[in-house]
Each structure stands twice: as structure tokens, then as C-alpha cells.
């Protein structure tokens, strides 16, 4: 038995039950084996945990990664607001996505900080990988000459945590009326009119 297979098992285990209510007995009958061997692949349930979260961050770097990649030839508006769009429906079909942000916002008290550097980490490394575009487009006339790369960078991952936040606490339809009114306000802000 692959550790793999266990972390794949325990992702819809603590997707579905959260730390606290995920089991390593109901986790290992689920993968068919003992119990004890799943001591052989994991310290104990922290580092099965650790390890899930981030298998699962990695493989939400990858979506953004490939995503900018996708859409480099796109304008600045096309790209950042499909960069939205394409995360809320990611939340809505992917246990990857659900996982990562329930856990990234509400982690277990006692691995908060390994949760929460990983989750900064995350958000940094994508502001990172956004920061060229929004360079491209200030040198091509795109933005407002009053915004910075950097400001601009900044309230767009704002936004995309407040887009994050009601993902979690809304429903759809009001996750969707936030992200219209956020949305607009952002762009009509950097834009260059």
C-alpha cells in the first residue's frame, strides 16, 4: 500500500469530516489495511494532515500556474476576471479547492502555523505570478499611471480573498453578486479610462 493512496483516502476523509471528525481507523478501512500501518507511511494523523494539505496546495499552485499560462495572450480584464470565475467554479467541483480554502481560513488550533505560513506562502507565490501581467499591462497603457504594479497586485489578491471568505460563508448566488460588485469597483479603478 502506497502512502498515495492513504493521502488520497484521507483527503475525502478530512474534506468531508474536518480534522477532528476524520478517523484514522475509518481512513485505513477505507484503504484496507490495519490501523497500526499507517504508521509505517505517517508519524500519526499531524503529519497525514500536513502532508494532504500540502499535496493539495501544490495541485492549487498548479491550477494557478497553468491558468496564467493559458491566458498570457489575453488582455488584463479578460484574464483577472476569468482567474475569479475559474476559482468559484473550481470551488464549487473540486474537493482539492473546498479542502484548501476551508482549511487555509480554519485550520486545526494546534497546526495553525504550519496551515497559515503555507496558505501566506501560497497567496504570495500567486501575487508573484500575477505581478508580470499587471507590469505588461502598465507599460502597454492598460492601467490607471495613478496605480502601481504593486498596488494593483495587491488589491486583486484582496479581492480574490473576499471572493475566498463568501465561497465559504455564502451560497452562490451571493458569492456571485459580491464578486460582480468587487469586481467592478477593482476594475473601474485600475483601468485606464
Excluded: C
Amino acid at each position: 500500500m502506497s502512502s498515495d493512496k492513504i493521502r488520497e483516502v484521507a483527503l475525502r476523509h478530512f474534506a468531508r469530516s474536518g480534522y477532528e471528525g476524520a478517523s484514522l481507523a475509518d481512513i485505513s478501512a477505507e484503504v484496507g489495511i490495519k490501523k497500526q500501518s499507517i504508521y509505517s507511511h505517517f508519524t500519526g494523523k499531524d503529519e497525514m494532515f500536513l502532508a494532504v494539505f500540502r499535496d493539495v496546495a501544490d495541485r492549487e499552485m498548479l491550477f494557478v500556474q497553468e491558468y496564467l499560462e493559458r491566458s498570457k495572450t489575453s488582455s488584463l480584464e479578460k484574464m483577472l476576471y476569468g482567474f475569479l470565475n475559474e476559482y468559484r467554479l473550481r470551488y464549487e467541483r473540486e474537493d482539492d479547492t473546498k479542502f484548501f480554502l476551508r482549511m487555509a481560513f480554519f485550520p486545526p488550533g494546534h497546526l495553525r502555523r504550519e496551515i497559515v505560513d503555507y496558505s501566506n506562502h501560497h497567496l504570495d507565490t500567486t501575487a508573484m505570478l500575477l505581478e508580470p501581467f499587471f507590469a505588461s499591462a502598465a507599460n502597454n497603457g492598460e492601467m490607471h499611471p495613478d496605480v502601481s504594479v504593486d498596488r494593483a497586485t495587491v488589491a486583486f489578491t484582496a479581492v480574490l480573498d473576499g471572493m475566498f471568505v463568501e465561497m465559504l460563508y455564502g451560497d452562490l448566488e451571493r458569492s456571485l453578486k459580491r464578486l460582480d460588485a468587487s469586481w467592478h469597483v477593482f476594475w473601474r479603478g485600475i483601468r485606464n479610462s
